[in-house]
Structures are given as structure tokens and as C-alpha cells.
């Protein structure tokens, strides 16, 4: 028997995600990219304000508040995973003195699960929970290799066309992937690929820093490294 879904609390978890991808954001953004009418979208952010998920900020904008983390705190699938991985991200911030984080596949997007910063004055660390762009970012590029057709057409869009189906082969042979520049100016992420004992993509390890610390060469040699953790995590 065909349930009916609730429309109201659907466009209320959209208002959210909304809010959580470009915060602070205010009712007038949020209708306009969500397509839906402002009082309804008004309702949606007085209830998730009355429930303790967002808070008002300056100028009639909302932003979340921190309870979000407390999910994060809650044992879910991915618990086993950051704990298996941490010791890396760990040693490979030890050894290359740059920010080391974990990506993993979520819906339509990646999300940032866990991440070790750098110690260095100068470093770039995402938040646990940002959203990773599928177009341009060194964990796309890692993983969208050994996913499927179905998957790839599902995440980019469309088919891979020749050239990038090219750059999937070399992605292959190298181990690892790189973004310089192409999400954050004057930034640099390389990313390999965790695979499972078929060969498919679960997370991504990825290393990143300002651009002026990452040469071709040390980009190889991290590149490198990188891939040879990521290998040693093959389940």
C-alpha cells in the first residue's frame, strides 16, 4: 500500500539543509532557492527555532545552532569507520605538518566526517559536516572512478564524457586525485579513494593546505603517501 509522504515535513528538512550548506540565510533567500511560498518557509523556521536546530542572527537571517553536534556524537554507521581511520589522519598529519580529514559518500553529495588540523599557523581545516562539491573537488575527482555509470550519471548529471572517463583512467593508475585551486583559491587537496574488497569507492582520505606548500613535486610525493595509506585501509 502506497504511503503519503508529508509535504510540509519534507520542505521543512530542505529549509534545513538549506540553511546548513549557506548559512546565515533569511526567509527570502531560502523561498527563492527552494522554490516555495515565504510564509510557508516563515513556519518551517519558527518550528525548527521553537525545537532548538536554528537560531535568528543579524538582520532577520537564521543559522544553526550547536545541537547539530550532537548527532555527530551519536553512534551511527560511520562511527566504526572514523575510529579505524583516525590513526592515519593522525600519522599523516604528523609526518606532512598538513590538515588530514575524511570524506565519505552521503546522497548526492560528500560529507566531511572527521578531520586532524594542521599545526601550522597557516592551514585550512573543514568543518565536520561540510558538504564536499561533486564538480572540482579532489574528493570527487578520488572517487568518482570506481563508482558505477548509474552513480556517476546520478552524482555529475550527466554521462562522463571522453576526456573525463581519461582522467578517471589516470586517476586509477596515480591512486590519488588533486584540486589546486579549483573549489578555494590558494588552496590545494589531494584525495585517494578507500575501496572495498570489490573495488568500490566507501570514503576518501584527503590532505590539504595553502597552495604555496604544495609544489608539482611534493603534490607527487603526498600523492604518494597518501595512496599507500589508503591502500593499507582496503577492506
Known sequence: MSVKRAQSGGRMLRVFEAIAAAQPLGVS?????????KSAVQRDLMTLSDAGWIRPVLSGKWELTSRILTLARTPY????????VRPILEALRSSTGETAYLTVPDGDHFVVIDAVESPQV?????PIGLVVPVHGSATARALLPYMTAPEQVR??????????????????????????????GGAVAIASALLNEEGRAYGAIV????????????????????????RSLAV
Open 122 to 126: 597557516l592551514r585550512i581545516v573543514p
Open 29 to 37: 533567500e531560502l523561498a527563492r532557492t527552494l522554490g516555495a511560498d
Open 155 to 184: 552524482l555529475l548529471g550527466a554521462e562522463a564524457h571522453t576526456s573525463l572517463l581519461k582522467q578517471f583512467d589516470m586517476t586509477r593508475q596515480a591512486g590519488f586525485a588533486v584540486n589546486n585551486g579549483d573549489i578555494i
Open 207 to 230: 590532505l590539504t593546505g595553502p597552495s604555496e606548500r604544495f609544489s608539482l613535486e611534493r603534490c607527487e610525493e603526498l600523492g604518494a603517501q597518501l595512496a599507500e595509506a589508503t
Open 77 to 84: 554507521s560511520n562511527n566504526g569507520l572514523r575510529q579505524r
